[in-house]
């Protein structure tokens, strides 16, 4: 497992013109609404405790004026915290002077922001060399490895062009080499993608992948979007108000939410889009070892199911019933096990997305047999799993069991649902 | 109700009492300007030197070759034909009507102060842009500088340093130096928060997101600002020959105190015309320079 790399310790913020002194009231425990009424002072922040992983896209998620912004601004210190303590490799980000607070953000952290925060007076080629002129990096080895990274992102031939000239795609694109230049192991990347129509969004998160497969940078990425969140993220963190209610791996975000909240969330995702084999199949420990019928039969009987998976040395072999191995035994009890005694069901990537193997799972009626690209037996995955999985009603059960909560669903829709009410009249018009 | 009559009149100081106010600040500032005048005056030294040695250098030069490098000027400044030749055409003119040597004296005036009201406004500009204190300072300050009667500001000027070329540019840079510096605060503030918070984030220092991105983006501001200086200090020129400011003011003055119509007229055209080409020639390299921050779609 990868180290840990950032940790953020019983972070607060409180916005306004004497925070300190309002401390104490955040400590009792009152929520935003009551903070703002009883002081003026806005609740930014409340007892974020948070690590990230060297190596891992992190997302931090949540609805609009959750935090997100203010959180992703303490990293590099861009918003200064009323309470708590931010590490990064060991470092306590908040004790750096001026200076050393400059290096930091020179060569440690980079950031990219939703609306791409070029500077319009530069060119494309100036633009990306920003970070590296601010080092001090002599103007011809700068540009030398903008370059390098207008081509990495796919902008080779753009050097000389203003940003304005440009689609919003391709701003962001330069917004992300700056951002690769100065060779900074940790990116911040604010609702980078927000900005941008869907096509072109999903083609910069791809490309952010195929990168972070090279780079392998530690990725800290805002969004409000769960799709885009559970594409990137190898960890996802939501907030609320401020507050952390669950920071969790995707899949565990998916099928156990923390709060209604989360699972406002996450009901309108396409499950069979986002989730893989692996994080639903079943375990199996039992498997069929023998070499002949006899034997294979014997350890069948033992077994409470009626089918087992034939395993050996070499791996996954296929799929046995006792229904036909019954048969097999009166024809003949000695004969090997091989390829026309196993049942006619092929076995599934662990790595697949359960759209991709939903057909052929629900047809059959034996679980399936999830076996990896080096022929490894992993598990099986039923037919009554997946569909438990994939209705909706399955997870959300205790929400809706709860009278109050269809009313408080309405209001706690993810902003996805309610910007697309909004953008649709936009791109009709 | 016996005695209501401070209802009626208003209960002023007496003659008096406003007599002794007058009085002592007035001789305050006599004495003041006696002791410092000649040490005031000689901090001023160099600027007089620059703008008699520019005053004597445009009108020494010959008109042709002044017409060249205007031109030369106003083209590499607009690249625009149409913008030259009505300048050169309108220089001709003010030439053959006999306004020459006057309109050299204005333009060297205007230049000298255009450049001492940018040279100090626009730091200014940038510290109240810092500084919130600072412009709370200031605001009321600009304030007075722009409505206060010219006139007013004249006689303390006079005062201090006796009439001629350096009290006239003092008072034009007063008049004319508040929109450079209001326009500058206003610009920096406006420039887009993301973008300077990217620089933030790179490590910039605060030299570098003044120069990189600060000025820069607040460059159309403060070049409205330039503009709309110049137009101002070209309107106080009349007001400034009043002190013994040469150029085309005098004539004006002259011809106000004679009733000389047309030579006020002329004169008053010349400036027109010379606050034509300012703005115009500003004004297109403004546009020009900043043509690229708009983008290929508007
Ligand atoms: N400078 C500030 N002064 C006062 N309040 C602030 C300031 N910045 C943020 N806030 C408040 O803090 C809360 C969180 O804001 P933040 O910008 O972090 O939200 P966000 O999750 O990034 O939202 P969005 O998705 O709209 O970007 C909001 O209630 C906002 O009003
Ligand atoms: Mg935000």
């Known amino acids: ?429 | 109700m016996a005695d209501a009559s401070w209802l009626t009149s208003f209960p002023q100081l007496s003659r008096m009492e406003l007599l002794t106010i007058r009085k002592t600040l007035d001789g305050a500032y006599k004495a003041f300007s006696r002791e410092y005048g000649d040490a005031i005056e000689s901090i001023f030294h160099p600027i007089l030197a620059f703008l008699v040695w520019f005053e004597k250098l445009l009108i020494n030069t010959p008109w042709p070759i002044i017409i060249l490098v205007i031109g030369a000027i106003v083209y590499f400044a607009s690249r625009s034909w149409k913008l030259l030749t009505g300048v050169v055409i309108a220089l001709l003119l003010v030439g053959f009507f006999g306004m020459w040597e006057d309109t050299m004296s204005t333009l060297s005036m205007i230049t000298v102060c255009t450049l001492i009201s940018i040279v100090l406004g626009i730091p200014i500009g940038i510290g109240m842009a810092r500084s919130d204190r600072f412009q709370k300072v200031m605001m009321p300050i600009l304030d007075v500088m722009q409505t206060m009667p010219a006139f007013v500001y004249l006689i303390p000027v006079v005062m201090l340093l006796g009439i001629g070329k350096i009290p006239g540019l003092i008072s034009v840079v007063i008049y004319a130096i508040p929109p450079v510096i209001r326009l500058t605060n206003l610009g920096i503030r406006l420039v887009d928060s993301e973008v300077l918070e990217a620089a933030t984030a790179f490590g910039a220092n605060g030299r570098q997101r003044l120069f990189n991105v600060q000025i820069p983006l607040a460059m159309p501001n403060i070049m409205a600002g330039i503009n709309q200086t110049i137009m101002m200090a070209l309107a106080m020129v009349v007001v400034a020959s009043m002190i013994g400011v040469k150029g085309l003011g005098q004539p004006v003055l002259k011809s106000i105190q004679n009733q000389y119509f047309t030579l006020g007229l002329f004169n008053g055209l010349a400036i027109v015309a010379l606050a034509i080409i300012f703005d115009r020639v500003s004004q297109a390299y403004a546009k020009r320079s900043q043509k690229h921050m708009k983008g290929a779609h508007s």
């Not at chain 1, 990306?128 to 990274?149: P, Y």
């Not at chain 1, 083609?203 to 940078?217: A, S």
């Not at chain 1, 395993?311 to 024809?331: A, K, P």
């Open chain 1, 1 to 429: 497992m990868s180290n840990t790399l950032i940790e953020v310790k019983g972070l607060y913020k409180l916005f306004g013109s004497n925070p300190k002194a309002h401390m104490p009231l955040v400590h009792q425990g009152l929520g935003k609404d009551e903070i703002l009424a009883q002081t003026g002072h806005t609740l930014g922040l409340k007892d974020i405790n948070l690590s990230i992983k060297e190596g891992d896209i992190s997302v931090i998620m949540g609805l609009s004026g959750s935090g997100k912004s203010t959180l992703i601004r303490h990293f590099n210190r861009l918003i200064e915290p009323t309470e708590g303590q931010i590490l990064v490799g060991g470092t306590d980000v908040m004790s750096l002077a001026e200076k050393d607070l400059e290096q930091f953000r020179r060569h440690r952290m980079s950031m990219v922001f939703q609306r791409f925060g070029l500077l319009p007076h530069r060119t494309v080629l100036d633009n990306v060399s920003f970070g590296l002129t601010i080092q001090g990096i002599k103007k011809k080895e700068a540009n030398e490895r903008a370059i390098e990274w207008l081509e990495t992102v796919g902008l080779g031939g753009y050097e000389n062009q203003y940003p304005a000239q440009l689609s919003g795609g391709q701003q962001q694109r330069v917004g992300l080499a700056r951002a690769l230049a100065t060779n900074a192991d940790i990116l911040l990347m604010d609702e980078a993608f927000s900005a941008l129509d869907p096509l072109i969004r999903s083609e910069m998160q791809d490309q952010l992948v195929e990168l972070q497969e090279k780079l392998q940078k530690t990725i800290i990425f805002i969004t409000h979007d769960l799709d885009e969140a559970l594409r990137l993220g190898n960890n996802i963190a939501i907030l609320k108000d401020g507050e952390l209610v669950q920071d969790d791996k995707p899949e565990e975000i998916l099928l156990n939410p923390a709060t209604d909240y989360v699972e406002a969330f996450v009901r309108d995702v396409n499950r069979a889009r986002a989730l893989t084999v692996e994080t639903v199949m079943q375990p199996q420990e039992f498997r069929i070892t023998a070499t002949t019928i006899e034997e294979a039969l014997k350890q069948m009987r033992a077994h409470k199911d009626d089918y087992a998976y034939h395993v050996t040395d070499d791996g996954y072999q296929g799929m046995l019933s006792q229904e036909s191995l019954e048969e097999y035994y009166q024809e003949d009890k000695t004969a090997k096990l091989t390829e026309e005694h196993y049942e006619d069901l092929e076995p599934i990537a662990p790595d697949a997305a359960l759209e991709e193997i939903l057909p052929e799972t629900l047809a059959s009626d034996y679980p399936v047999p999830v076996v990896d690209e080096e022929g490894e037996f992993m598990g099986s995955l039923s037919r009554d799993a997946l569909a438990e999985v994939l209705s909706p009603e399955a997870s959300s059960e205790e929400a809706n069991t709860d009278k109050s909560a269809p009313s408080e669903e309405g209001s706690e829709t993810p902003a996805e649902k309610d910007e697309s009410k909004v953008k649709q009249p936009t791109t009709s018009a």
